[in-house]
């Protein structure tokens, strides 16, 4: 950065940070799994604003996990199988 503002290069920083989604006891539950899921799942969650983690009062947690777990089942189905198998497995 240093080098190029001694020279007015422009440039850019990726400065990717963790992305939290704040869930707060009176939003809308369905909105958010819905907003939150399509956010981190979006291109594979290659995306630099893709949610990281999800903080959530502990009055809706399991309202909204199970929302989430919805939205995403919409999104790949309920017949999941692992891409890759682990050692052991």
């Given at each position: 950065?240093?080098?190029?503002?001694?020279?007015?290069?422009?440039?850019?920083?990726?400065?990717?940070?963790?992305?939290?989604?704040?869930?707060?006891?009176?939003?809308?539950?369905?909105?958010?799994?819905?907003?939150?899921?399509?956010?981190?799942?979006?291109?594979?969650?290659?995306?630099?604003?893709?949610?990281?983690?999800?903080?959530?009062?502990?009055k809706?947690?399991?309202?909204?996990?199970?929302?989430?777990?919805?939205?995403?089942?919409?999104?790949?189905?309920?017949n999941?199988?692992?891409?890759?198998?682990?050692?052991?497995?």
């Amino acid at each position: 950065m240093q080098k190029a503002a001694e020279n007015l290069t422009p440039f850019s920083l990726e400065l990717g940070g963790k992305n939290p989604c704040v869930v707060a006891a009176d939003a809308r539950l369905d909105y958010a799994a819905k907003r939150i899921a399509w956010g981190k799942l979006f291109n594979c969650g290659q995306s630099c604003v893709s949610p990281d983690y999800v903080l959530i009062d502990k009055k809706v947690k399991d309202q909204f996990l199970e929302l989430i777990s919805k939205e995403i089942s919409m999104f790949y189905g309920d017949n999941l199988r692992p891409v890759m198998t682990l050692p052991g497995s």
